[in-house]
């Protein structure tokens, strides 16, 4: 079986989609399931293109003794058929992937927080802000990484060996 695959996205992937790429990955290993998923973060606009994730960020993840290598990139019409999942941190990112998403799209396009109790919570673009807006969304994601891997248990999505 082939794993599940998912892609955060943000505005521009330098803040909260390369930190919730992260987060999900650990907690993905945390609970044994990192061989079942792949994830990968993407940005709507493209003015980040090729750029490590803001340094904010970065502190934020290394604070939890969590990296990323990854490289700023805009969401491209194949993602909407090589992904399984696509999280918008914010209703205006979902909005924008639905009106680019593609006709053959096969892609489940939510909000990321929308499989907890909190279903229509955004994560908030800490550009503008403080590292404590960072940290908060290090929390949120946090949060919505443990909500959506019981999503794939409950629902039978996520099967392993073990």
């Known amino acids: 079986m ?3 695959r998912i892609l955060f996205v943000c505005l521009g992937n330098i803040c909260r989609s ?3 790429e992260s987060v999900f990955m650990h907690r993905a290993k945390e609970n044994g399931v990192a061989g079942y998923v792949q994830v990968d973060s993407a940005g709507t606009g493209d003015w980040h293109l090729g750029d490590l994730p803001d340094g904010r960020a970065l502190v ?3 604070k939890h003794g969590l990296e990323t290598e990854h490289l700023g990139r805009q969401v491209s019409v194949a993602d909407f058929t090589t992904f399984d999942y696509i999280f918008g941190m914010d209703k205006a990112n979902v909005r924008d992937l ?3 998403a593609p006709d053959n799209a096969t892609a489940e396009i939510h909000l990321f927080l929308s499989f907890g109790d909190e279903a229509s919570v955004e994560v908030p673009d800490p550009y503008y802000g403080t590292s404590q807006d960072f940290d ?4 949120l994601v946090s949060r ?3 909500e959506f891997l019981a999503y794939l248990r409950r629902t039978g999505k996520l099967v392993t060996n073990g």
Request: net charge negative; charged share 35%.
């Open 2 to 4: 082939r794993p599940i």
């Open 18 to 20: 390369p930190i919730a």
């Open 60 to 62: 934020t993840l290394d």
């Open 98 to 100: 639905r009106r680019v």
């Open 136 to 139: 908060d969304v290090f929390e």
């Open 144 to 146: 919505g990484s443990e």
